[in-house]
């Protein structure tokens, strides 16, 4: 009545979990505290720097990750940096003797380093790079063991430039290229046991890794894998849902087709989820496609999707924070219901919708019932591919 006089229409307000109210920490999409959480809250927040994914890797010993840190943040006491305190001195590269020290100057365009940098690209044999993420990026297409000691061979490189620099400013040692080589090689053979990816099954990786000082690793083998879509027995109806988000987060959607035991599609609904997570993505597709069923009096259902995370969620009962009162709402009204995980390549239709509602403004629902034309769907006739 109160709510009526003031103009607020009750049928309009979403309705109450039928649970217990809950106390939900908002941070985490479990709804529980952690410590991580709440220190991400209350510390300082910079944007982050394009190279911060390339430093802190598995196979890079953290001194090594913490030493380049260091000089790709400008944060080593080289003379340009000790000037900008109002220190007043003489500067001079004590690499090459001719240019004022500058730490882009000491890693990057000093001809004693530059020389260090094409020893190492041949040693690789790779083209030459010139910054950091350029240099990094020429091993992309080779084996995973390569491409990983490449970055343990071009951080240890920086670092040790870095090193030879200090044993000459400080204790007067002469800069020598036999010295710094020998010491990234060291460098490079010592993280051989944090090097734990494959190499291809060619003479080049196993001479390149052996000459480094690392070793044969395992060679990846692919396998074809067959993968069928298989339509739900009779009076159950099959719910195929798929979330995709451009970047993570990034604009999101949630793609759903709902098909028959006959695989006659029902439905297919495509919506725009404004900016989320890929998993809130997945969770969100699932959640639409039970309500879709709710909606039109299915009960029983099979739903797939092809996130294993998302499908373990509902399985667990373990549904993110913000998704639990419309799942609670829902999941008691059915017959039957099972998940399960399927492979993207025979979910290709919830896929293909999924990615139209990332194009969509959010809470915009573009669905059919029954089978769009323009939408391929999967043929429970034919055999579908994987490579693995
Ligand atoms: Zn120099």
């Not at 020429?138 to 491409?147: D, F, G, I, T």
């Not at 017959?335 to 403004?361: C, I, T, Y």
């Amino acid at each position: 009545m109160i709510l009526q006089k003031i103009g607020i229409d009750t049928n309009s307000l979403p309705i109450p979990s039928e649970e217990f109210d809950t106390r939900v920490w908002s941070l985490t999409t479990s709804g529980s505290f952690t410590v991580a959480s709440s220190l991400d809250l209350i510390r300082d927040h910079f944007p982050k720097v394009p190279w911060s994914k390339w430093v802190w890797k598995a196979c890079i010993h953290p001194r090594l990750s913490y030493q380049v840190w260091k000089i790709l943040n400008g944060s080593c006491a080289t003379d340009d940096i000790i000037k900008k305190c109002g220190v007043q001195l003489a500067s001079r590269c004590v690499f090459c003797e001719c240019q004022e020290e500058e730490i882009d100057h000491i890693i990057w365009t000093c001809r004693f380093s530059m020389e260090i940098w094409d020893w190492i690209h041949n040693l690789f044999h790779l083209q030459r790079g010139q910054d950091f993420i350029e240099i990094l990026k020429k091993a992309s297409s080779q084996s995973e063991a390569v491409s990983q000691a490449w970055s343990v061979a071009i951080m240890s490189v920086m670092v040790e430039l870095w090193y030879a620099r200090n044993r000459a400013v400080y204790d007067g040692t002469k800069p020598t290229y036999a010295k710094i080589k020998a010491r990234v090689l060291n460098c490079i053979s010592s993280s051989s046991c944090r090097i734990k990816g494959m190499m291809f099954n060619s003479t080049n990786d196993l001479v390149l890794l052996t000459n480094i000082g690392i070793g044969a690793r395992p060679v990846k083998s692919f396998s074809i894998k067959y993968c069928r879509w298989f339509p739900p027995p009779t009076h159950v109806t099959k719910i195929c849902c798929d979330g995709a988000a451009r970047g993570n987060p990034g604009q999101a959607g949630a793609g759903i087709i709902i098909r028959d035991h006959n695989s006659s599609t029902l439905a297919t609904i495509a919506m725009g989820l404004g900016n989320c997570s890929n998993f809130t993505a997945e969770v969100a597709a699932i959640l639409l496609g039970i309500e879709w069923a709710v909606e039109n009096h299915k009960v029983n259902i099979w739903v797939v999707s092809d996130s294993m995370a998302a499908i373990k969620a509902f399985k667990d009962n373990k549904i993110p924070w913000f998704a639990r009162n419309r799942w609670n709402s829902v999941k008691n009204l059915f017959q039957q219901m099972k998940f399960s995980h399927s492979f993207r390549e025979v979910n290709f239709a919830a896929d293909a919708l999924a990615k139209q509602g990332s194009f969509l403004p959010s809470g915009q629902i573009i669905s059919s019932n029954g089978r769009l034309e323009t939408l391929a769907i999967e043929n429970p006739d034919q055999t579908y591919y994987r490579l693995i």
